[in-house]
């Protein structure tokens, strides 16, 4: 009997390490993905610049053209890494959203953080209300910061204030996406023509708005925030099975979920205050992370970071080609094309069960 143990033991240990070494082999070819995804957004722009030149400029600017490295590092860089920035940040936050309240289909935006982020940056560009003190060039994106922490915020103290589930949270936050609309649509009505063109172009996402300022500050926010998403790995995997058996295991579900929302109200917040609203990038890129490894937040936490990274590079990518001599709004691309990738990703799911 012992021996039968035993080997089985082994059998069970060899086909974790098996599973670990095909994890790893994923994330490094999702890594490859990102690399690639980010280097075709930057050889390919609407100025006439072919990628053999802007590919050399990147890497041996000495000896490129004065124009090809001025196109390289002063148009074409900042936007890709704010691409990149921009997906990572999305996409770790969909992921922790998807797991705290057991729901596929949750995202950043479920609890009403681009609303909110809307709502912030209407009042700065319509109204000119924004932080007393902050430079000009800031209000917006300052206005949409503070609006997208705050009511997440408000969501963290009500739900504190009455112990409720999540089933709550859920609906207080489409009560505040409903909120919100409501007022960037009032907004809207008082609005001139020029600052209704500005705040729907901002609405739909862009960044053609790009500045290094920008990249250091989501770049900050992804540093801190990260670690601590990190160290909550395995409390996170435990949620998944249930909250009543990660409280059987000595998990602390009520603080395990208030620390997340915080995490997600930073990540999505930094993120949108920079770009405006990019949907389905923090739907999708977990969805794909998940399917390819698994529940284990060790493993899906970088997974998704890097479906993040890959699929805003590729959508920043064809934003630039679909329109000759133009760059399409990035949300326009990412509805595009996440919504029949979403429906794929539903659909393929449920012919596996």
């Known amino acids: 009997m012992s021996a039968i143990v035993s080997g089985g033991s082994a059998t069970a240990i060899a086909a974790y390490r098996?599973?670990?070494?095909r994890r790893r082999l994923l994330l490094a070819l999702l890594a490859a993905i990102a690399v690639v995804a980010f280097l075709a957004d930057i050889a390919v722009g609407p100025s006439p610049l072919p990628a053999s030149e802007a590919l050399r400029a990147l890497f041996d600017p000495s000896s490129a053209s004065p124009l090809a490295r001025t196109v390289v590092w002063q148009?074409?860089?900042p936007p890709s890494v704010m691409a990149v920035l921009v997906g990572m940040a999305l996409a770790a936050a969909g992921a922790e959203m998807q797991t705290i309240l057991n729901n596929p289909l949750a995202s950043p935006f479920t609890l009403g953080i681009s609303s909110a982020a809307a709502c912030g940056a209407a009042l700065a560009i319509v109204?000119?209300?924004?932080?007393?003190g902050l430079p000009a060039r800031w209000a917006v994106s300052g206005n949409a910061f503070l609006?997208?922490?705050?009511?997440?915020a408000l969501l963290q103290l009500v739900i504190r204030w009455r112990g409720a589930g999540v089933e709550t949270l859920v609906l207080l936050g489409i009560a505040l996406v409903f909120t919100f609309n409501a007022i960037v649509a009032l907004i809207q009505f008082v609005a001139s023509q020029?600052?209704?063109?500005?705040?729907?172009?901002?609405?739909?996402g862009s960044l053609g708005r790009t500045q290094w300022d920008g990249i250091v500050l989501v770049a900050v926010v992804l540093v801190l925030v990260i670690p601590f998403s990190w160290r909550a790995a395995w409390r996170l995997t435990v949620l998944r099975l249930g909250e009543e058996r990660a409280r059987g295991l000595g998990v602390d579900v009520g603080a395990l979920r208030f620390a997340a929302l915080l995490r997600i109200s930073l990540l999505a917040a930094a993120a949108v205050a920079m770009v405006g609203t990019i949907g389905f990038i923090g739907l999708v890129a977990p969805h794909v992370?998940?399917?390819?490894?698994?529940e284990d937040h060790r493993f899906l936490l970088p997974g998704s970071l890097l479906c993040g990274a890959a699929?805003?590079?590729l959508a920043a990518t064809a934003s630039e080609m679909l329109v000759r001599g133009a760059v399409l709004p990035l949300g326009i691309v990412t509805a595009l094309v996440g919504l029949p990738v979403f429906m794929m990703l539903i659909l393929g799911g449920r012919r596996r069960r």
Do not use: C
């Open 18 to 21: 098996a599973s670990l070494h």
């Open 194 to 204: 020029d600052a209704l063109q500005q705040l729907v172009f901002w609405t739909l």
């Open 127 to 132: 109204l000119g209300l924004a932080i007393p």
């Open 311 to 313: 699929i805003m590079s």
């Open 75 to 77: 148009a074409r860089l």
């Open 289 to 294: 992370a998940r399917l390819l490894l698994g």
């Open 147 to 152: 609006f997208a922490f705050a009511s997440v």
